[in-house]
């Protein structure tokens, strides 16, 4: 007991005498395995809040949504679930209408969105609830509606007021409101994908107020129902096509599942997606932090040689030598793992913060994750043991006398020898950093290691950014490559090319020119792939046709270069293409047909496509439009068309061309906002292993710099050799490390992102500005570190320094 007690306090001292460097080790863990704790930890936390959000709101199982523009009789939809076989497994169903139209409010507010009108009233619960965030609920009766949550927040909307819809109809909302469908904003805008919650606005109201509002009286176009537990949601899927398809009149009906949700998949499935950019990320800090680590303890046990060399010299076991460092590194760890859990759940509030506001789900669950937790404390409290335990396996291995040897004479090997060979330029002291790298190869290599890995990890979070900023500006580049002033307007129906809507907009005095075009819903097939695609017609009079990489305009489809690869087509190649077909009276449905892919446009969106209008009249939409394309007047700006736009009811959406990549770019930087915390944390580790590399330098060439000042060299100078040594290693692990950001970088764009955004074409970009900041980061970080052994350099005692008995 005596013993043990004597081993604790000897080892209680060393740390003692090293206590910054103890902390800064102990620090250098924490930060490795509290991020990896708190970054692992979101998967759950996001499985279990997605899961009770949309189990809150009773989320559909299926749902039947009319082609937009078609409508059917109030009623029918619903007869037309009752009647299937397998109605008795339905638990509840609603019917609705859904309808586009702009939002207008206050703060010059103008975007496009959704007005959802449910049926309310008993009997008509249980499916696609609206839950009332702020403000009063919505009655069974009456004018009320509720703005979706999270439209309002960005927008700073109070809980109520008054808002401008198409047709320049006034409601007045009476709170805030949140539907499973719409948690998340993916797809409003012909399934564009980081579309920002700002701006696009959806509204609920009864289903009564929604039809006054559209003019569609009676009127619905989509159904949604949950099923009974045990239920074949497949059988019923089955079931509802069947009747969809014999339905008198025709209907043109998708029939989707939970799964086709965009949000609901959205969510789900950049859990596993997000988890691996975050083991990834994770597993780098935790690297740079082992490496660290390793490289620290090591050169303070390497720093005991002589005491341990002695204790051989008198015959102490080896085995009794190595447990006075081992305790120590015990200690490290235990000091890691304590401070590692702070910093986990310091990491994880950030981290809540940021998911909370990206992600405003009416439910969030983050629950300590004790298993994560003790994982990642696994792993601290291992790392300090495998770092101790190389130095002294290596240490009792050697001969006495070559342990006790100190100074120069203890450094043995290196690539000391060929520095004589090379043909260095300065005076002799000059040499002495590029000798102290060399001498001690082993040493600088794992520092370099521990700082690459840290801006590795710092330019694959930024590098994302300038991945998704590279590919919106392909995007904009290319849609602004003519007519940028252009401004396109979406009708909420087809209508005749020559009847009163189309010819009230090209009317109104701040419009100087319109071309109509047919803009559907569409789905490529090939043999084993399929692609949503949102096609649209070329006339030769359009203001803004796209430009071709391969192929010709000509009869056909222009597809983007992504979407022909994930279909796996060829210019020349024949697809399938799902689309609206006008029937007898106007009636659409669903056909496919056989069409030639034309050409391929550059545009990183795969969803836009483009079709010749002789393909268009063979499906019946001939001299019919529900897309134009507006000049404005001379003079006018393009806010003031929106404004006029906004009092035809028929008027859908009215953006600017600029708009759709400015909406994306605005949601890709609130999504950025969680790497940045991963690069904070990054770039702490970074000045700790500086730090800690500079102190540590500093107190093991005290003899060095003690001679230096001796012979007269000043405590500048010393510096100077000091701070050139870590310039040097700083330069090295940064380009280190950014080359394997991008690596990292250039593997996350080929693998991950086509599996959780296939919509977007993504090619890994570096910029050159991001890469000189990394640089200057990387180098200036180690660099600045030697200033803090300033005050150390000059006090130090020489006489006492200098004191070595061989």
Request: proline share 5%; aromatic share 4%.
């Amino acid at each position: 007991m005596n013993r043990v007690a004597l081993w604790l306090r000897w080892s209680w001292r060393d740390l003692r005498q090293r206590w910054v460097s103890v902390v800064a080790i102990a620090l250098v863990i924490a930060l490795g395995t509290g991020t990896y704790a708190a970054l692992m930890s979101t998967s759950a936390w996001r499985t279990k809040s997605n899961d009770a959000s949309f189990a809150l709101l009773h989320v559909h199982d299926l749902r039947v949504s009319l082609t937009q523009g078609s409508t059917a009789a109030e009623g029918s939809l619903l007869r037309l679930v009752q009647e299937i076989p397998g109605a008795s497994a339905v638990s509840a169903v609603r019917e609705r209408l859904i309808v586009p139209t702009q939002v207008a409010g206050p703060h010059d507010l103008l975007v496009p969105g959704e007005l959802v009108g449910t049926a309310t009233g008993p009997g008509r619960v249980g499916v696609d609830d609206v839950a009332t965030a702020d403000g009063r609920p919505l009655a069974a009766s009456g004018a009320d509606v509720l703005v979706e949550s999270a439209f309002a927040t960005k927008n700073q909307l109070p809980s109520q007021g008054e808002l401008t819809v198409s047709g320049g109809r006034t409601v007045h909302y009476v709170g805030l409101g949140r539907s499973p469908e719409y948690f998340l904003i993916t797809g409003g805008q012909g399934g564009l994908p980081f579309l920002s919650q700002k701006s696009y606005g959806v509204l609920f109201s009864p289903l009564r107020t929604a039809q006054q509002l559209t003019g569609a009286r009676g009127r619905v176009n989509d159904v949604v129902l949950t099923l009974r537990p045990g239920a074949d949601r497949g059988a019923i899927r089955r079931e509802l096509q069947t009747a969809v398809d014999r339905a008198t009149p025709a209907l043109s009906a998708t029939v989707s599942e939970r799964r086709d949700i965009a949000a609901y998949r959205v969510l789900y499935d950049d859990i596993d997606s997000d988890a691996q950019l975050w083991r990834i990320i994770a597993l780098l800090v935790l690297a740079g932090a082992a490496f660290a680590a390793l490289n620290l303890t090591t050169r303070i046990v390497e720093a005991q040689r002589r005491e341990i060399g002695v204790g051989m010299a008198l015959g102490v076991q080896p085995r009794r030598l190595a447990v006075r460092p081992l305790l120590f590194g015990a200690q490290v760890a235990l000091i890691g793992v304590v401070l590692g859990v702070l910093v986990g759940w310091l990491v994880g509030l950030a981290l809540r913060a940021a998911f909370v506001d990206l992600l405003p789900l009416p439910i969030w669950q983050t629950p300590f994750q004790t298993g994560v937790f003790a994982q990642a404390a696994a792993l601290g409290f291992g790392l300090p043991f495998v770092a101790v335990a190389w130095p002294i396996w290596r240490s009792v291995r050697v001969e006495p006398v070559d342990a006790i040897r100190v100074g120069h004479l203890s450094a043995r090997g290196g690539h000391a020898p060929l520095l004589r060979r090379l043909p260095l330029p300065g005076r002799g002291w000059r040499h002495i950093p590029i000798r102290n790298l060399l001498r001690t190869p082993r040493r600088s290599a794992l520092t370099a290691l521990g700082i690459a890995a840290a801006v590795t990890t710092l330019i694959t979070t930024v590098g994302f950014l300038d991945t998704f900023n590279a590919t919106l500006d392909r995007s904009q580049t290319e849609l602004l490559r003519t007519a940028p002033n252009r401004i396109t307007v979406t009708l909420t129906q087809l209508e005749p090319e020559s009847g009163d809507v189309v010819g009230g907009i090209r009317a109104l005095p701040q419009v100087a020119s319109a071309t109509t075009a047919v803009a559907m819903a569409a789905t490529a097939h090939t043999p084993g792939h399929s692609v949503d695609l949102l096609a649209e017609t070329l006339s030769d009079e359009a203001a803004w046709t796209p430009s071709i990489v391969d192929g010709t305009r000509s009869d056909g489809i222009i597809l983007a270069e992504k979407a022909a690869r994930d279909l796996h087509a060829q210019v020349g190649d024949t697809i399938r293409l799902e689309h609206p077909q006008a029937g007898a009276g106007g009636t659409l449905r669903t056909s496919t047909s056989p069409v030639r892919v034309a050409a391929l446009h550059p545009n990183p969106m795969r969803v836009l496509a483009y079709l010749d209008p002789g393909t268009v009249r063979g499906y019946g939409l001939a001299g019919v439009t529900n897309l134009l394309t507006v000049t404005p007047s001379p003079g006018t700006s393009a806010n003031a068309v929106r404004r006029a736009l906004l009092a035809i009811p028929q008027v859908a959406s009215a953006e600017a061309v600029r708009t759709t990549t400015d909406g994306m770019r605005a949601s890709l930087q609130e999504y950025l906002g969680i790497l940045r915390i991963a690069a904070a944390v990054t770039l702490l580790l970074a000045l700790l292993i500086a730090f800690n590399t500079a102190s540590i330098g500093t107190d093991e060439r005290a003899r060095d710099h003690a001679t230096m000042r001796a012979f007269g060299l000043p405590v500048r100078s010393v510096l100077a050799l000091t701070t050139a040594e870590t310039v040097l290693l700083g330069t090295v692990g940064t380009v280190l490390g950014i080359a394997g950001g991008y690596a990292v970088l250039w593997w996350m764009t080929s693998t991950t992102i086509p599996s959780v955004m296939p919509e977007i074409g993504v090619t890994a970009t570096l910029t050159t500005s991001t890469t000189i900041a990394a640089l200057l980061l990387g180098v200036g970080a180690v660099a600045i570190a030697p200033l803090l052994t300033l005050r150390r350099l000059t006090h130090l005692d020489l006489p006492a320094t200098l004191r070595v008995v061989e």
